[in-house]
């Protein structure tokens, strides 16, 4: 062997045996990162040599869907339809999640049961969805696939014809479990998600919109959070599906999950901090929605979904509670992500209710949050039923014993820790305000319609009668639609947006002299002269039309 010939020395030999290790190595990680795509073009390429057979033709079992407006289904059907099983979506989350390698257990100690309930589904949304998830998931830690008909109405023989189907085309191929089932009578999504999982046998369980697409890899970032923590539960990130374009967008990683005083869902802005980057698992108070994964004995030592919460609504922010409380923690992790169309109006009609002020979805939507408040919330509930008073005339017809020994058997924190520890923007609201609630003169309260207008006197009663927030620091008598109630030129009240800087805000700047409510910058009191308009004039001590009290006033 000779020096620079072509024969390689003692050195030249280690660097080609090292080169050649890395080639392996990064052919060995590029087949690796392409198993999950070969095995959904197999997947797909199956599915179309199944077209020769009819009844495995995915054409012909959506060309049976019954109902094909688009009002019924609040997206784009036909789109749906012509989008075919399965499309390559768009990279949305953080280039850095594609290149790590997850570190995962062993299959057996992470398999999942998928359970997705569904109400008046399109026969090409669900299958896209179903699809998504087979193909765009590791095998062997997909365990199982539970799917509830919810009592859908026109596509009746959706479950049959889907169980014939999803048999012949991964009957042989798939290890998976699959199990069907059909509430003859609609009975909700959380009864039926609970349902779902109580049949469930993997170590985890999902829950999952009907009408998702999940998006490469992302199981991996999920089990391999869970697998650090036993009572953790994690969210993907949702990225939005639009229902009019079924465009596929990228969901933002700086919201999580919270909900305010009223017990309704909110995003919340986050900050990173230093050591913090985009991709990385954030805390969050309550879920990024339904779509959530936790350990299925976790699930079940909790109580599952409230199982008196009716049809939809609540039932994730229930759980966000309980866990909080009860030992466990949330994550969003945004390496994980999937697609969700999030339609503008409920596609469903919810069943009769007694309280004729409120639609059926509101007093569905007001008893759940009212269960919520009662098993949780202490003496907090008090605010909630401030901004919700219709909640008090809601009739709930269950005790509370059991989850009062759960509560106590798990040493669950009262709701206290939650807003010390968990979620300071609900506590620093509450620490915010000085009242809050309707804001009432003898039997008329003020309700503020929109900005520019002036807010008018009407029932108490009314299902939306305005919630108004006294902010101790500023002043400001604010609505829940963050308008503040506002004194401008010649005296006039009006709603405007509640300003930030000083200047904006003098004109909306009240001071309260026992039931009064002085403006600041006027010296004169807010006054309700003709019974059904109000007026600014002269502050006098005791006129009644002057007096107006909050529902709820804070302590101290
Ligand atoms: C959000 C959540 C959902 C759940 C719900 C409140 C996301 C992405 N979605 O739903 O998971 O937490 O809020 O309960 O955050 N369904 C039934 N039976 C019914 C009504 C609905 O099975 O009686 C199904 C429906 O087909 C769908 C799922 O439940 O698959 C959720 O309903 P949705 O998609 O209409 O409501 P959405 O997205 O606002
Ligand atoms: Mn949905």
């Known amino acids: ?192 998600r609970n349902r779902g999982a109580s049949l469930a046998s993997g170590r985890y369980v999902l829950f999952l919109d009907s009408h998702c697409e999940v998006n490469e890899g992302w199981l991996e970032p999920l089990l391999e959070r869970l697998a650090l923590n036993t009572n953790l539960a994690v969210s993907p990130l949702l990225d939005p599906i639009d229902p009019t374009t079924l465009s596929y967008r990228k969901g933002n990683e700086l919201l999580k999950g919270g909900f305010d005083w009223s017990l309704h869902f909110h995003w919340l802005k986050r900050q990173l901090t230093n050591q913090e980057s985009l991709e990385m698992p954030y805390q969050s108070p309550a879920f990024a929605g339904g779509v959530l994964m936790m350990s299925r004995e976790w699930f079940l030592k909790l109580g599952s979904f409230n199982p008196y919460l009716k049809i939809w609504g609540g039932e994730s922010i229930e759980l966000a509670i309980k866990l909080w409380l009860c030992g466990g923690q949330i994550e969003i992790v945004p390496c994980s992500r999937i697609g969700h169309i999030f339609r503008r109006r409920h596609a469903f009609d919810f069943p009769p209710q007694s309280d004729r002020q409120l639609s059926p979805a509101q007093e569905t939507y007001l008893h759940n949050s009212k269960i919520i408040a009662e098993s949780w919330l202490d003496e ?21 014993d059991e989850l009062q020994r759960m509560r106590k058997e798990r040493r669950c924190h009262p709701f206290e820790w939650y807003l010390r520890h968990v979620s300071p923007e609900l506590r620093m609201h509450f620490d915010e305000l000085s009242a809050t609630g309707t804001l009432r003169n003898e039997d008329r309260c003020v309700h503020a319609r929109q900005k520019d207008s002036q807010p008018i006197l009407a029932s108490c009663y009314l299902s939306d009668i305005t919630q108004w927030s006294m902010l101790r620091q500023s002043g400001q008598l604010s609505t829940h639609r963050e308008l503040c109630l506002a004194v401008g030129f010649g005296m006039r009240i009006a709603l405007e947006p509640c300003g930030r800087n000083e200047t904006v805000r003098r004109s909306q700047r009240w001071v309260r002299l026992g039931t009064h409510l002085l403006h600041a910058e006027s010296h004169l009191c807010l006054d309700n002269p003709l019974k059904d308009r109000l007026e600014m004039s002269t502050c006098r001590s005791h006129a009644v039309s002057q007096s107006f009290q909050f529902a709820l006033e804070m302590e101290g």
């Open 380 to 400: 907090y509930k008090n605010m909630f039923y401030a901004l919700r008073p219709a909640a008090r005339r809601i009739p709930l017809d269950h005790t509370y």
């Open 1 to 192: 062997m000779h020096a620079g010939g072509k024969y390689c020395g003692p050195r030249h030999c280690s660097f080609y045996i090292i080169a050649f290790l890395i080639c392996q190595l990064f052919f060995l990680v590029i087949f690796i990162r392409n198993d999950d795509a070969s095995s959904a073009n197999e997947l797909l390429s199956f599915m179309n040599e199944s077209e020769e057979s009819d009844h495995l033709d995915w054409r012909v079992f959506i060309s049976h869907t019954p109902e094909t407006s688009e009002d019924f289904y609040q997206y784009n059907i036909h789109l749906s339809n012509a989008l075919g099983l399965i499309r390559k979506l768009p990279v949305t989350r953080h280039h850095s999640c594609t290149t790590r390698n997850s570190i995962l257990p062993a299959p057996l100690e992470a398999n999942v049961s998928v359970v997705i309930s569904f109400h008046n589904e399109a026969r090409s949304m669900l299958l896209r969805t179903i699809v998504s998830l087979l193909s765009r998931s590791p095998e062997d830690y997909l365990h199982e696939l539970i799917l509830v008909d919810d009592g859908s109405q026109r596509d009746v023989t959706l479950l049959d014809d889907l169980k014939r189907w999803m048999g012949g085309v991964f009957g042989s191929r798939y290890r998976l479990g699959l199990t069907f089932l059909r509430n003859q009578e609609r009975m909700g999504l959380i009864w039926s």
